[in-house]
Nanobody
Framework: QVQLVESGGGLVQPGGSLSLACAAS????????MAWYRQAPGKQRELVAR???????NYAESVKGRFTISRDNAKNTVSLQMNSLNPEDTATYYC??????????????????????WGQGTQVTVSS
């Protein structure tokens, strides 16, 4: 069973920095896309940044130039470095991965169909 576990949230003052990390574990064949989403109270969940294998990262306009996403394919991890934080960045941040699992039976192992998995979320609060 695949699990995504986030870490690194917390309270930071405006203008400060935080780094989030997410580790995927389980019977993973290949992770195609890793991404960070966020959801503020009363708002819809929105994409913050995504990074697909072999492609340049994509960012929401509101975080361009301030946030940087990176991934380590060997470790199945993704990180989000957040700089120049402001109160509008306050939200629960969720890690997401589109991936293929290993499915094994008595006849051998093969990749599953692609599935989308979510972490439990980590709170980021920007306040003075």
């Amino acid at each position: 069973q695949v699990q995504l576990v986030e870490s690194g949230g917390g309270l930071v003052q405006p203008g400060g920095s935080l780094s989030l990390a997410c580790a995927a574990s389980g019977s993973i064949f290949r992770i195609r896309v890793m991404a960070w989403y966020r959801q503020a109270p009363g708002k819809q969940r929105e994409l913050v940044a995504r990074i697909a294998s072999g492609e340049s990262p994509n960012y929401a306009e509101s975080v361009k130039g301030r946030f940087t996403i990176s991934r380590d394919n060997a470790k199945n991890t993704v990180s989000l470095q957040m700089n120049s934080l402001n109160p509008e960045d306050t939200a629960t941040y969720y890690c997401n991965a589109d991936l293929y699992e290993f499915l094994c039976s008595a006849y051998g192992c093969h990749p599953s169909a692609e599935g989308s998995y979510w972490g439990q979320g980590t709170q980021v609060t920007v306040s003075s």
